[in-house]
């Protein structure tokens, strides 16, 4: 997904500017070093400079207003910046603000409306690289992280957050110029009324989440991992690729998703399994438009009898537009609702009958360990050889401005442009290769072979033993 030009040119102007300056190494800690608080390194720093952090619990509120700098977890513990259940512990405004956290860990922090942990505003530029931001609160946004400006987050873990509003671990609100993008971050144990881990209410495509897991998260109200609400009549349009959605709780509407009128979330090669929903919808609720891309939609539920387990369209102006995936849940159908549900060349449940072009089939994707078994949930709804969705994606196709062949890898990091020599091909092939429908691409090459498995079904069962005792009493030929 893109990274708007502008952006690109303004954090390398940035950055040419870090590298011309003079660029000192300031260290912060009880022993011996330069200073002994942070604030007090960043006051006494230039544009530029590196300010390194010994091990060690900093109870400060880090203030960073119009400054250039790196500050850098010294490798020797863990450095905490602690709001002490009193205060926002990171704060980073202005017009020429250029920070670099990295290493950090950014935890009790409380506000009594945006930004519990960490508020990047103005026209700010952050980059976290291998943060920690945990246990902060906010009354209304954003209780880990509030940005209505610039922000690159990647290889952040961002747990049990809680706001009184939306976005308990990450809120975005950038109407006008800004740009927030998650990369390989993780969503763990946050919670809110809406969005238990993450809120947009941006003016158009504002916010990116690409390779992010969403796992344990919790909505009192609606969207138990996100919820996509734009601002007034502004619309939001949040794109999430190569995400994992895992056992996130809605109380009321969307275990996973929640997208509200005028607003849109886009979802490209994702994986939504086993969220729940108290009354609609334990994958996604739509007021208005989800577009979802070679996605896996499987065992998520829904508590209340008589209502679809996957999708819940709640108006009539709601639309719903799902192509090249899997969905599979308890019940015979997934979707249920107002508005239109359009699927085209996937594999659903018998009894929906969706509008669309079709060429939909009906059949069980040959999951690998869908009961999960083997203990890795990270290859659960994997497919196995012989699944009838292998080779059946057409990669020449543009999504909603998005190349699927931007989309190189499955969840698991294999290439997914890859055809299997055993399965006749559904779709076109274009460099020997071929796209699978799902979120996971089958490897041939790669797919181990289970000595166990005596029937070749993929699962290790009665069956197997059955074929091996079948095997050993008609003894050797």
């Known amino acids: 997904m893109r990274f708007q030009q502008c952006i690109r040119i303004a954090a390398c102007s940035v950055l040419v500017l870090i590298t011309g300056a003079r660029a000192d190494i300031i260290t912060v800690g009880p022993n011996g070093e330069d200073y002994t608080t942070i604030n007090a390194a960043i006051n006494a720093s230039a544009d530029g400079d590196e300010i390194v952090v010994s091990a060690g619990v900093y109870a400060e509120q880090l203030a960073i207003q119009d400054q250039r700098r790196t500050i850098r977890a010294a490798g020797n513990g863990e450095v905490i910046v602690s709001g002490q259940n009193t205060y926002t512990p990171v704060r980073v405004g202005g017009v020429n603000s250029h920070i670099i956290l990295d290493s950090i860990t950014i935890r009790d922090g409380f506000s009594m409306f945006d930004a519990g942990g960490i508020s990047i505003h103005g026209s700010a530029f952050v980059e976290m690289n291998n943060c920690v931001i945990e246990d902060n609160h906010a009354g209304e946004l954003g209780g880990g992280i509030y940005c209505e400006s610039y922000a690159v987050i990647r290889n952040c873990l961002i747990r049990n957050n809680t706001a009184g509003g939306s976005g308990g671990g990450a809120a975005t609100s950038i109407l006008f110029s800004g740009e927030a993008r998650f990369e390989d971050c993780v969503f763990e144990g946050n919670q809110a009324v809406n969005g238990g881990a993450f809120s947009s209410s941006d003016s158009g495509e504002m916010a990116i989440l690409d390779r992010c897991r969403f796992v344990g998260n919790t909505a009192t109200r609606r969207g138990g991992a996100i919820a996509v609400l734009g601002f007034n009549s502004k619309q939001a349009i949040l794109n999430a690729q190569s995400c994992i959605f895992e056992n996130n ?22 994986l939504f399994a086993r969220n729940e929903a108290q009354l609609y919808a334990g994958a996604i609720s739509n007021d208005e438009w989800v577009n979802a891309l070679n996605c896996t939609f499987a065992d998520n539920r829904t508590v209340a009898a008589g209502v679809a387990d996957t999708f819940s369209g709640n108006r009539s102006e709601a639309f719903f537009v799902i192509r090249s995936s899997i969905i599979t849940n308890e019940h015979a159908q997934s979707w249920r609702g107002q508005g239109n549900f359009a699927v ?54 543009s999504f909603n401005g998005i190349d699927i062949l931007d989309v190189q890898t499955d969840l698991l990091g294999r290439n997914r442009l890859v055809d299997d020599p055993d399965t006749v091909n559904e779709a076109i092939v274009i460099w020997d290769g071929v796209m699978d429908w799902g979120a996971f691409e089958y490897n041939p090459s790669t797919d181990p072979e289970c000595v166990a498995d005596f029937n070749h079904d993929g699962m290790l069962d009665f069956f197997d033993v059955s074929a091996f005792l079948s095997a050993f009493n008609a003894g050797c030929l």
């Open 249 to 270: 709780i809605a109380d009321e509407h969307g275990g996973a998703v929640w997208v509200s009128d005028n607003d849109m979330f886009n979802a490209v090669a994702c």
């Open 344 to 397: 085209d060349e996937s594999l659903l449940p018998a009894s929906d009958n969706p509008g669309g072009n079709h060429d939909n089939i009906h059949a069980d994707p040959m999951y690998r360990d869908p009961d999960g078994l083997d203990a890795d949930p990270d290859n659960d709804f994997d497919i196995l050889a012989g699944s009838p969705v292998i080779d059946r994606a057409d990669a020449l196709r």
